[in-house]
Each structure stands twice: as structure tokens, then as C-alpha cells.
């Protein structure tokens, strides 16, 4: 069993940084990612990272958004820099234990991840 317990979210200008982190409580896994829900809008990938270190980003956060993950401290992060109001949402932290080739922030991929977190609120205004 993995427990996912986020932090880090908060309220920003326009063009301001947030660092995320999601503290993982269990066995490892596989793939681990960031995922976000807008209000009325459907969940969407932002950012996963797998095994080996590979990290893929969903195009509407490349060059802004970083992936990363201490694995001493058990623990991913989402840097966020030049932030926009579009990625006000609530931020999700999720994990699988398949391979690195099930390990997308696409949306056919998203079913895989069957660990999730509470949730931490971003919101960035004009």
C-alpha cells in the first residue's frame, strides 16, 4: 500500500513560483506523477517521472514546470516557475507500479495510476 501526501500549494501573482511536494509513505513504485483539476474542467497530466528517472511534461508546462523525486526522502516535487492564471487548479500527486512504457501524462495513461493523494490547491492570479 502507498500513501501520497502533498503540500506546497498556496496562491501566487501572475508569473510566480510554487514548489510541490508529495511525500510517499509505502513500497516504491514504478512511475510516480503530477496530475490537475480545474473547477468544471476534467483532470488532466501535468508532468511523471518513471524508474529510471525519465520525466515527460505534458506541452502546455514544458520549460516551466520541473519534475523531480529525492529518493532518500521518499519524496516528488513539481517545481512550477512562470506561472499563469490557466494553472490555477487543484494539484494531485499519483503513483503506479508498472514499467517506465505505462509511465504518461496523457490521458490514456491516466487509469493506470491507482494511488492518489489529497490534493493541494495552486491558484495564480493576474
Known amino acids: 500500500q502507498v500513501q501520497l501526501v502533498e503540500s506546497g500549494g498556496g496562491s501566487v501573482q501572475d508569473g510566480g513560483s510554487l514548489r510541490l511536494s508529495c511525500a510517499t509513505f509505502?513500497?516504491?513504485?514504478?512511475?510516480m506523477g503530477w496530475f490537475r483539476q480545474a473547477p468544471g474542467k476534467e483532470r488532466e497530466g501535468v508532468a511523471v517521472?518513471?524508474?529510471?528517472?525519465?520525466?515527460r511534461y505534458a506541452d502546455f508546462v514544458k520549460g516551466r514546470f520541473t519534475i523531480s523525486q529525492d529518493n532518500a526522502k521518499n519524496t516528488l516535487y513539481l517545481q512550477m516557475n512562470s506561472l499563469k492564471p490557466e494553472d490555477t487548479a487543484t494539484y494531485y500527486c499519483?503513483?503506479?507500479?508498472?514499467?517506465?512504457?505505462?509511465?504518461?501524462?496523457?490521458?490514456?495513461?491516466?487509469?493506470?495510476?491507482?494511488?492518489w493523494g489529497q490534493g493541494t490547491q495552486v491558484t495564480v492570479s493576474s
Open positions: 499519483a503513483a503506479h507500479y508498472r514499467s517506465g512504457a505505462y509511465c504518461y501524462p496523457t490521458k490514456q495513461y491516466q487509469h493506470y495510476f491507482n494511488y
Open positions: 509505502g513500497y516504491s513504485s514504478n512511475c
Open positions: 517521472i518513471d524508474e529510471d528517472g525519465n520525466a
